[in-house]
């Protein structure tokens, strides 16, 4: 079956850097488009980067615009989020997802996502 496991998470300071990581298992990584999600307590789980299966297409929330960046490495069935400049309001649980797809295209709704990873927590203190 698909499993999607994500790590990296932490504490960090404000201004400081993290890179999530997703690893894919029993899936085609490099048919898959892949997405990051975040949920911070009380709020809706918000779209926060995504690319194409090929990595040739990306997108981002306007929120983490010139700050985060998405990238994969298909060989080594892995998603990355590198995160810099965060700060206290990026604080969430981040989710990667997958959904099966060869055409050159990025989504930003949970719902176009069919595989999720169990998340990992970024804490950002002021």
């Known amino acids: 079956q698909v499993q999607l496991v994500e790590s990296g998470g932490g504490l960090v300071q404000a201004g400081g850097s993290l890179r999530l990581s997703c690893a894919g298992s029993?899936?085609?990584?490099?048919?898959?488009?892949m997405g990051w999600f975040r949920q911070a307590p009380g709020k809706e789980r918000e779209f926060v980067a995504g690319i194409s299966w090929s990595g040739g297409s990306a997108s981002y929330a306007d929120s983490v615009k010139g700050r985060f960046a998405i990238s994969r490495d298909n060989a080594k069935n892995t998603v990355y989020l590198q995160m810099n400049n965060l700060k206290p309001e990026d604080t969430a649980v981040y989710y990667c997802a997958a959904r099966y797809s060869k055409i050159e295209v990025v989504t930003t709704t949970s719902n176009t996502y069919d595989y999720w990873g169990q998340g990992t927590q970024v804490t950002v203190s002021s």
């Open positions: 029993g899936l085609t990584f490099s048919s898959f488009r």
